[in-house]
C-alpha cells in the first residue's frame, strides 16, 4: 500500500513567485493534515481536512496561504506570493478517522525555499 | 506560555545502553502523547501512544512513561543499536472539541546518536 506522498520534493522560488504543493493521502483516509518546519523551529500544524472541508485552519499563518482537497482526495497547498519566511519544510499527514488515538502517517515533505 | 521542551537537542549513548529521552510540557493538558521517529529527508514515523491515564507503554525495545503531575514523558530505547540514530519528536494531542482535536502539537526533537 502507497503511504503518503508528496510533490514535489523540493522547490526553489522567487520572493513574490507562487507555488503549489501537493498531497497524495492514503486511500481511505479521510483526515489529512498540513504542517511546517521553519529552520531551527518545531513542526507547526497550518490545517486540518475531513474529505473536502476544512475542519481547523487555525496554523493558516496568513491569506497568502491557500489550501484545497476537491472530492477529499488529494491536497494542494498554494502560497502565493511568496516570501522568504515562507521557507522550510511543508509535511502533510493523513489518518484513517481522526480520533486522538490514532496514529498518522506522513509523507516525506517538500523542502520549500524562497530567495 | 505553552511549551513544549525536549530535553537536550543532540544525545550520544554508547550502542548496548538504554538511551533516555525526555519531554517536559507546560501549560497543556494532553489527553494524549505520542512519540515520533524522523530520520534525514523523511516525515516524522509514529512509534508510541499513551494515554494520560496510563502510566507506561512498552513496544518491544521502547518504553514510554507518562506523568501528568510532573508534566513529563520519558522515552526509552533499550540495548540501542546504531540503527536507532535518528531524532524522535514527542507531541501532544489536547482534546477541545467533541470532534476531538487530533492536531498534534510537536516539540523540537532531540537527535540521537547511537555510537558503535
Known amino acids: 500500500e502507497a503511504g503518503v506522498t508528496q510533490f514535489p520534493s523540493h522547490s526553489v522560488i522567487e520572493k513574490g513567485q507562487t507555488v503549489t504543493l501537493r498531497c497524495d493521502p492514503i486511500?481511505?483516509?479521510?483526515?489529512l493534515y498540513w504542517y511546517r518546519r521553519v529552520m531551527g523551529k518545531e513542526i507547526k500544524f497550518l490545517l486540518h481536512f475531513v474529505k473536502e472541508s476544512k475542519q481547523d485552519e487555525s496554523g493558516m499563518p496568513n491569506n497568502r496561504f491557500l489550501a484545497e482537497r476537491t472530492g477529499g482526495t488529494y491536497s494542494t497547498l498554494k502560497v502565493q506570493p511568496a516570501e522568504l519566511e515562507d521557507s522550510g519544510v511543508y509535511f502533510c499527514?493523513?489518518?484513517?478517522?481522526?480520533?486522538?488515538?490514532?496514529?498518522?502517517?506522513f509523507g516525506q515533505g517538500t523542502r520549500l525555499t524562497v530567495v | 506560555s505553552q511549551k513544549i521542551e525536549q530535553n537536550s537537542e543532540a544525545l550520544n549513548i554508547q550502542e548496548g545502553k538504554t538511551a533516555t529521552l525526555t519531554c517536559n510540557y507546560t501549560n497543556y493538558s494532553p489527553a494524549y502523547l505520542q512519540w515520533y521517529r524522523q530520520d534525514p529527508g523523511r516525515g516524522p514515523v509514529f512509534l508510541l501512544l499513551i494515554r494520560e491515564n496510563e502510566k507506561e507503554k512498552r513496544k518491544e525495545r521502547l518504553k514510554v512513561t507518562f506523568d501528568t503531575t510532573l508534566k513529563q514523558s520519558l522515552f526509552h530505547i533499550t540495548a540501542s543499536q546504531p540503527a536507532d540514530s535518528a531524532t524522535y519528536l514527542c507531541a501532544l494531542v489536547t482534546l477541545i472539541s467533541n470532534f476531538g482535536n487530533e492536531k498534534l502539537t510537536f516539540g523540537t526533537g532531540t537527535r540521537l546518536t547511537i555510537i558503535p
Open positions: 499527514a493523513s489518518s484513517q478517522d481522526g480520533r486522538p488515538n490514532t496514529e498518522a502517517f
Open positions: 486511500s481511505g483516509h479521510d483526515n
